[in-house]
């Protein structure tokens, strides 16, 4: 795995970069990858999409609602973290 960095800032011993990394090839993370403050940044742009997200549930939440979907063997399953209650989503085969 090769690295570049913009600007000329590196303390790889406290794990600090300032500016730009570029990461060449695959990157394994054992531990969390979390942004420095609450709601700043983007994970892809409209311009530079990725191409799939593999996780085992997915936290949604804003000022508005925070819920958990889950996958199951043959369904999804939506839960309103707020009041723990558990949904259904049901899906209708189109094709």
Known sequence: MSTKTTNN???FGDKTIQGSLEIVGDAKIDGNFTPKEECVGNLG???L???SVHAKGLNLSNDRGDWTV??????LSVRDNKTNKLYKLVLEEIG
Not at 70 to 75: L, M, R
Request: no cysteine; proline share 7%.
């Open 45 to 47: 742009t409209n311009e």
């Open 70 to 75: 889950i996958p199951e063997e043959n369904y």
């Open 9 to 11: 800032l590196r303390t």
């Open 49 to 51: 999409k990725w191409n």
